[in-house]
């Protein structure tokens, strides 16, 4: 006598049902891994990610040492020209921070003692705001930054604070 013989026609629907869930379940995992290829990274403390600065590396990279502090982000601008590809580093130097860019998909946590690492390329001109969206404080309604990402063919020069 083989075990499904035994099971109910409603257990079998249910089995059924749920083997295909699972199913759809790991597939949609794995379709939004392959989509969502540049999952932020925890790199390990360095006392050089509290100094917040912008280094442009070549023409279309730049690396961000973003460190958010009471109320603030620093740098607070970033100017970058189109078609660039940013490394931001996220520290904090106090109380959890979030570190969140809308329309580039980018929630991050600035964590005292650790480096958050997300990188963004920014395709079109404009800017995109930085807002920190874990409550820290009493002027947490203040702590936002930017970032300006300019067209080089239509302004004279892109500069990087």
């Known amino acids: 006598m083989s075990l499904l013989s035994v099971v109910d026609k409603s257990e079998k629907k249910v089995l059924l049902i749920t083997g295909a869930l699972l199913v759809l379940f790991i597939f949609s995992i794995l379709i939004a891994r392959s989509r969502y290829n540049d999952a932020p990274e925890c790199l390990p403390y360095d006392k050089a990610y509290e100094n917040p600065k912008v280094t442009q590396l070549d023409d279309k990279t730049y690396q961000v040492y973003a460190v958010a502090q009471m109320w603030q982000f620093q740098p607070s601008e970033i100017y970058v020209p189109v078609g660039s590809e940013v490394d931001f580093y996220v520290t904090s130097k106090d109380v959890v921070h979030g570190f969140n860019i809308p329309q580039k998909n980018v929630n991050l946590m600035a964590v005292y003692g650790n480096i958050n690492k997300v990188t963004v390329k920014f395709d079109k001109p404009g800017v995109y705001p930085i807002t920190c969206h874990e409550y820290c404080g009493v002027g947490h ?9 300019n067209d080089p063919a239509a302004a004279p020069r892109a500069s990087v604070q």
């Open 141 to 149: 309604q203040n702590m936002q930054a930017q970032v300006i990402v």
